[in-house]
């Protein structure tokens, strides 16, 4: 079985422009997470979707992040423009079940630079 | 909110050695606990959990107990190997079912 794979693994940008993450959740899988970790702290909880919905958007950052998931498959996460601050790793996770016990798996990430 | 508190790194141990890495978490309710580990180059891989008090969760020869009372979900490790070497976060879900990540502990196996 495919585990979550997250494209592409490193982005390199300037400032003001446009990045586009994706992630492709393992099969079945109806929960899909986006976090990031900026700087070497901690990972940051983005948002939650439960098929196509946003479950829980609480963690975006401000209005230039985007997220979408089309058909309840793969997502992506859209940044625009991008800043300084939002370098970091980017880290899509997709679990089963919605439940506080269900096991996240996640992707091995996308780092982004923003120059 | 919910936080996770974990022990300031890096860490540095010889092979063989013990190894603890402590974890306090502040929630509400009773959250569902993890370890998560991430080796050079590769993504998070969940090591172990546990989601009621006193539960033991256990895999490669790591374990950590689900401690309520003291609010704790520290890893241990009897005997450590140069392919242990890697960044461990604690974390825990709640009612959100987010998780909610200490900041990592670095750990380095000297062998």
């Known amino acids: 079985e495919a585990g979550v794979t997250q494209f592409p693994s490193h982005s390199v940008i300037e400032k003001g422009q446009t990045v586009t993450l994706r992630c492709d959740p393992i099969s079945g899988h109806d929960n899909l997470y986006w976090y990031r970790r900026v700087m070497g702290k901690e990972i940051k909880f983005l948002l939650h979707f439960v098929k196509e919905s946003k479950q829980d958007e609480s963690g975006m950052p401000n209005n230039r992040f985007l997220a979408e998931r089309t058909g309840g498959t793969y997502s992506t996460l859209k940044v625009q423009p991008a800043e300084l601050e939002d370098s970091g790793v980017y880290f899509c996770?997709?679990?089963?079940?919605?439940?506080?016990?269900?096991?996240?798996?996640f992707g091995p990430g996308t780092r982004l630079t923003v120059l | 909110g919910n936080s996770v508190t974990q022990m300031e790194g890096p860490v540095t141990l010889s092979e063989e050695a013990f190894l603890t890495i402590n974890c306090t978490y502040t929630?509400?309710?009773?959250?569902?606990l993890f370890w998560y580990v991430q080796y050079p180059g590769e993504g998070l891989q969940l090591l172990l959990k546990?989601?009621?008090?006193?539960d033991k969760g256990s895999n490669k020869g790591f374990e950590a107990t689900y401690r309520k009372e003291t609010t704790s979900f520290h890893l241990e490790k009897g005997s450590v190997q140069v392919s242990d070497s890697a960044v461990y976060f604690c974390a825990l879900s709640g009612g959100a079912q987010k998780l909610v990540f200490g900041q990592g502990t670095r750990l380095t196996i000297n062998p």
């Open positions: 546990a989601t009621k008090a006193d």
């Open positions: 996770a997709s679990s089963q079940q919605s439940t506080s016990t269900d096991t996240q798996y």
């Open positions: 929630a509400t309710g009773y959250p569902s």
